[in-house]
């Protein structure tokens, strides 16, 4: 039932009877789950989730619930038809035999499958001091339990809140915190807020936005230890410059990490940058070959983009894993010659203090920037990157009506910079400046994409054969 060559009804039985196990209980997989059936199978679907809850939606975590305008528990998400599904909620898994095709679980069940879809997702990472971490008032946000905890304690009044990092969550906590009328310093190590994601041209609006509406912002610093009273809850954080900033709500937001560590030893090739896999979302062995019954979507996954000089790409984005989910769940359902690659134009969105900020393409690729309409001053623009002569991504603060425009644009790989004008060019527009990003070896805080390939046109290390 699991062999390539689905002309022999291989393909036909898998999908009247055949047993599809889903790792990962979020948007990713549930979406692929509801695909699945979609396409007509039939057979058997298990769906393993580490956390106690059915689906939820994350975006609003870090914005309507921390404003206290939705309760976490009312974020489930949507379904658009009945999955028929057997649950396996708040329990991890814990390792993969392929070649028995089972699913170990932290209870000590096993599932087998014909067909694997991995969409175990990201966590977030955690202060790095195990025990400062557990302080009471030191936070993260990812899960819907985290959001409420962090909602309860903004909501007692805390005399200041301290974010350190400032990529697009931890913005987003900032903006909340001053809607809500709290003090609140942001500590980010690199130059500007979200400088990893957008580049320090973007990075210096950010800035300008962050210190408009009151945040404390400190740049080029990193908390070096947080402080505990004798409750064992936290109130002060030391930084890198010797200053110090009391807090007694403290959340890290210092990025992600890939859940893989539970295929530690099954010869899949997953790491901490991802799982790899090919444009059709079949997993690489650590050999580098194709599996044919084990796939990946979403923030777990990491692929190669033909628009994008076929760098691996890593994902944290909620369309990538709904547009990967379909793909993968199509192409585990067809025949070989059916199958297709998952090329969907990265895109995101982010609201804080009052703005609404939308990229699309892979902006960390771009080496040049030039603000095509409106005005960086007024915050409302559209601005490009370029990559060697072409467009590669696209940024609007308050502009997202064009965004589908300069989407066009990078797929048909335009040039750079644009040659026609544009609505609303301003004077600023006429001259790209560097985009300014950090070196990719200096880790900052909150990058939503990560490139993960070799681009040969980069020519930073020679191939030499091996002499016979």
């Known amino acids: 039932m699991t062999g390539v060559g689905t002309h022999d009804g291989a393909l036909e039985r898998l999908k009247r009877d055949g047993r599809i196990v889903?790792?990962?209980a979020s948007l990713a997989g549930l979406r692929a789950a509801e695909t699945m059936r979609e396409k007509g199978f039939a057979g058997s679907l298990t769906m393993i989730g580490d956390e106690p809850y059915e689906p939820y939606d994350r975006p609003p975590l870090s914005k309507q619930v921390l404003l206290g305008h939705a309760v976490a528990d009312r974020t489930a998400l949507p379904r658009r038809r009945a999955i028929d599904a057997d649950w396996h909620l708040g329990v991890p898994a814990t390792g993969l035999d392929m070649a028995a095709r089972r699913v170990r679980l932290g209870n000590g069940d096993e599932v087998e499958y014909d067909r694997l879809l991995i969409a175990t997702g990201v966590r977030a990472r955690p202060w790095p001091n195990e025990e400062e971490g557990a302080l009471e008032g030191v936070f993260v946000l990812r899960t819907r339990d985290d959001a409420e905890g962090l909602q309860r304690a903004l909501a007692a009044g805390p005399r200041r809140v301290l974010v350190i990092g400032a990529g697009f969550t931890g913005s987003e906590i900032a903006s909340a915190c001053r809607e809500r009328g709290l003090d609140v310093t942001v500590a980010e190590r690199g130059a500007a807020p979200l400088v990893g994601a957008l580049g320090g041209v973007i990075g210096e609006v950010a800035a300008e936005m962050h210190r408009e509406h009151g945040v404390d912002l400190r740049t080029g610093v990193m908390v070096t230890g947080l402080e505990g009273g004798p409750a064992g809850r936290v109130r002060a954080a030391h930084l890198s410059d010797g200053s110090t900033v009391e807090a007694d709500v403290v959340v890290v937001s210092l990025g992600a990490q890939r859940n893989t560590e539970w295929l530690a030893g099954s010869g899949l090739g997953a790491g901490p940058r991802g799982i790899a896999c090919d444009a059709g979302c079949r997993a690489f062995d650590i050999r580098g070959i194709v599996t044919d019954d084990i796939y990946v979507a979403g923030d777990v996954a990491r692929s190669p983009h033909a628009l994008f000089g076929y760098q691996f790409l890593s994902l944290e984005?909620?369309?990538?894993?709904?547009?990967?989910?379909?793909?993968?769940?199509?192409?585990?359902?067809?025949?070989?010659?059916?199958?297709?690659?998952?090329?969907?134009?990265?895109?995101?969105?982010?609201?804080?203090?009052?703005?609404?900020?939308?990229?699309?393409?892979?902006?960390?690729?771009?080496?040049?920037?030039?603000?095509?309409?409106?005005?960086?001053?007024?915050?409302?623009?559209?601005?490009?990157?370029?990559?060697?002569?072409?467009?590669?991504?696209?940024?609007?603060?308050?502009?997202?009506?064009?965004?589908?425009?300069?989407?066009?644009?990078?797929?048909?790989?335009?040039?750079?910079?644009?040659?026609?004008?544009?609505?609303?060019?301003?004077?600023?527009?006429?001259?790209?400046?560097?985009?300014?990003?950090?070196?990719?070896?200096?880790?900052?805080?909150?990058?939503?994409?990560?490139?993960?390939?070799?681009s040969p046109a980069d020519r930073k290390m020679t191939f030499t054969p091996a002499r016979h």
């Open 317 to 454: 984005h909620w369309g990538n894993a709904v547009a990967q989910a379909d793909t993968a769940a199509h192409n585990m359902l067809s025949e070989s010659s059916d199958r297709r690659p998952h090329l969907w134009v990265p895109a995101f969105w982010s609201s804080q203090f009052g703005v609404n900020i939308k990229s699309v393409g892979v902006p960390p690729m771009g080496t040049e920037i030039l603000f095509t309409q409106g005005s960086r001053a007024e915050r409302r623009f559209a601005a490009v990157y370029g990559y060697q002569g072409r467009v590669i991504a696209a940024v609007t603060f308050d502009q997202c009506r064009w965004l589908q425009f300069y989407e066009q644009q990078i797929e048909t790989t335009a040039p750079f910079p644009p040659p026609f004008s544009t609505v609303d060019r301003r004077p600023e527009g006429n001259k790209p400046v560097p985009a300014d990003f950090p070196d990719p070896s200096v880790p900052t805080h909150g990058p939503t994409i990560t490139l993960s390939g070799y």
């Open 22 to 24: 889903v790792v990962g």
